[in-house]
């Protein structure tokens, strides 16, 4: 019992986003005066996040909640064993004013692979995407317009808490979902060529945690893209970490590559994140635009001369074109000079665009609408 007192001593605000008054379309609903174009990828404090928790194997009934900070107890697991993970997804507005999510099922549906992976309950499908919707609602106020490129970021995350000492999993969870507008993950405006730099870290073990979304592959990542930085690229990228041969990704993204063949292929890799938007856009370019696709191996130095464009894909990357890498101590260009946008990037890049922003039919039926 000591758990569910300390766990909800936390939430000193639990108050429903009704108690407060509030309904949708009330002047409290307005759009907040924030300059949306000039966003970057940074926390913004909203007015809700949902918090949920899980104990005595079961999940109790979640809320909103207007408190940001946590208070956990100094032995949960998810503080000095990493038993956490999250996810990331965006809502946007159409060019028609739904507020939309894009392909959430797949999202939950990682979230609870990596759960299981970590020893943590599955989320419930339900409470999953409730959660999500009733945040993104209860923030509508704060969710960018149509038109203005930026986007509401949602970061749903489980963890594990409670009185804990030797390295087991813990017994309590909190399941929470907060938000925050943003602009673009690098620092530019519009369609621009980012560059990588070959980490000499490994990301992950071929059969570690690579492929699942935990905090704990992210920490060890962070000196690799400092490293990646000071050379001036935007991000580290990670080769596989028996042979140090073959692509598996970026720090938070996933790569594709057209070959000078006008095949678009991706790696297959055991210790990457499946990344919904790299599925997204492979199969964009395959049903759309018929390009042929594949995912397989794929060794950087004896392949790279073979690459006409190259892409990262992440739900906060979008689909942003790489024009340059450094290996081997040097950079190795692409796309003419290394800042050109090559034409197939451009064209999957607007149209996954124009689907995630409504702007064109939805063929692939992957917008979920959030109703206001
Ligand atoms: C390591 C890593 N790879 C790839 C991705 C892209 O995945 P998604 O497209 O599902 O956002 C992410 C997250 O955005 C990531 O953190």
Redesign the pocket.
Known sequence: MGTYVDIHGVLPDNTALSEYGVQPMDENFSKKPLKWAELGFQYVKTDFRYSAIFQEGKWLPGSLVSEENLIIHEGSPSLHYAQQCFE?MKAQTTQDDRVVLFRPNLNSERMNRTASRLLMPEVPHKLFIEAVEEVVRANYAWIPPYGSGAALYIRPMLIGVGENLGLKPARAFEFRVFVSPVGPYYKSSGLAAISLAVSDFDRAAPQGTGSY?AGA??AGGLLATLKAQELGASEALYLDSASHRFID??????IVIVLKTGELITPSSEA??P????RSVMEIASEQFGIKTAERAIDLRVEFNSFAEMGA?????VLSPIGRIYFDSEWHILNGDGYTVGPVMQKLYDSLVQLQRGEVEDKFCWLHEVKI
């Open positions: 990331g979304k592959n992210y990704e970026a720090g938070s993204a996933n990457i994140l990344s919904i938007t790299k894909c992440g739900t906060a990357a």
